[in-house]
C-alpha cells in the first residue's frame, strides 16, 4: 500500500513538473486572427491549422517546431491554432503539448462554426486539416496550403521576396 502512494506521488510530480515546461495554451475567438492579419510590420507569421486528431497535422508539427527554434532571434513567429473542441483543451490539448514539448505558440481557437470564418482566412479553404497561412505584409507576402508541409516548404516560403 505505502509502496502504491510513493508511486501515485512520484506520478503526480512527474505530471506537474511536465506542465510547468510548457506554456499554457490560451483559448481565442477568430477576431484573434483578423487582428494578426491587419499587423503592419515587417515580421512574418506562420499560422498552421491543426488538431490533435489530425494525423498528418501531428506529423507535420516537428517542421513547425525546427522554424521556430531556428528563427526565434529573428522576425519570423509560429503560431499553432488548434481546432480541438473546447471540452478537449485540458485533458487532450495540454498534455499532448507538454508530452510533445512544443515550444511554439499555441491556441485554442473556440469558434465551432466553422463556416463563420473559414472563408475569412481563404476563399478556396475547403475547410481540411492542415491548413497553413504564411504572410508578411512588408515583403506583400500572402501563401495558404491547404495541405501537409515540409520545413522545406516552409523554409523557402520565409526566404521569398
Not at 56 to 81: D, S
Not at 88 to 115: C, G
Not at 139 to 158: A, G, M, R
Amino acid at each position: 500500500m505505502l509502496r502504491g502512494v510513493i508511486i501515485f506521488f512520484i506520478l503526480l510530480m512527474y505530471i506537474c513538473r511536465l506542465e510547468a515546461q510548457t506554456h499554457p495554451v490560451e483559448v481565442v475567438h477568430f477576431d484573434w486572427y483578423e487582428n494578426l492579419t491587419q499587423q503592419k510590420n515587417d515580421t512574418t507569421y506562420i499560422v498552421n491549422f491543426w488538431a490533435t486528431w489530425c494525423v498528418p497535422c501531428v506529423e507535420e508539427l516537428p517542421y513547425f517546431e525546427k522554424i521556430n527554434e531556428l528563427y526565434k532571434h529573428q522576425k519570423v513567429k509560429v503560431i499553432l491554432v488548434s481546432l480541438d473542441a473546447l471540452k478537449r483543451k485540458e485533458s487532450v490539448l495540454q498534455p499532448f503539448i507538454n508530452m510533445k514539448k512544443i515550444a511554439s505558440t499555441v491556441l485554442l481557437l473556440n469558434e465551432p462554426d466553422y463556416n463563420s470564418w473559414i472563408d475569412k482566412v481563404n476563399s478556396s479553404w475547403q475547410g481540411s486539416l492542415p491548413a497553413t497561412v504564411i504572410f508578411n505584409h512588408q515583403k506583400k507576402q500572402y501563401v495558404f496550403i491547404e495541405n501537409s508541409v515540409t520545413f522545406d516548404i516552409l523554409n523557402q516560403h520565409i526566404h521569398k521576396q
